[in-house]
């Protein structure tokens, strides 16, 4: 059974930072897109950011600037950095996986940012 790892959520204020992890099995990380995805209480799951095996990335208009994604092979694991965060990016973000047509994905990491 694949499993993505998450941790790093939590409550930050406004203008603050956050670090999200995921951490996955080698065989699915070495050849999966890895990517971050977020989704509000009554909305839809949206990209935040992506970042393929060979590093290319692809980020929300609504977190360039801001957020980072970055992956580490050796670990296995894949990072959201996220700075200056607003209260608008509170949300539940969940940790993707996809190999072609198949994607996998974690449980979810609450962010809160409080104004």
């Known amino acids: 059974q694949v499993q993505l790892v998450e941790s790093g959520g939590g409550l930050v204020q406004a203008g603050g930072s956050l670090r999200l992890s995921c951490r996955t099995s080698?065989?699915?990380?070495?050849?999966?897109?890895m990517g971050w995805y977020r989704q509000a209480p009554g909305k839809q799951r949206d990209l935040v950011a992506v970042?393929?095996?060979?590093?290319?990335?692809n980020y929300a208009d609504s977190v360039k600037g801001r957020f980072t994604i970055s992956r580490d092979n050796a670990a296995n694991t894949v990072y959201l950095q996220m700075n200056s965060l607003k209260p608008e990016d509170t949300s539940l973000y969940y940790c993707?996986?996809?190999?072609?047509?198949?994607?996998?994905w974690g449980k979810g990491a609450l962010v809160t940012v409080s104004s």
């Open positions: 080698p065989d699915i990380f070495s050849s999966a897109a």
């Open positions: 970042i393929t095996v060979s590093g290319t990335t």
């Open positions: 993707n996986a996809r190999r072609g047509a198949i994607s996998y």
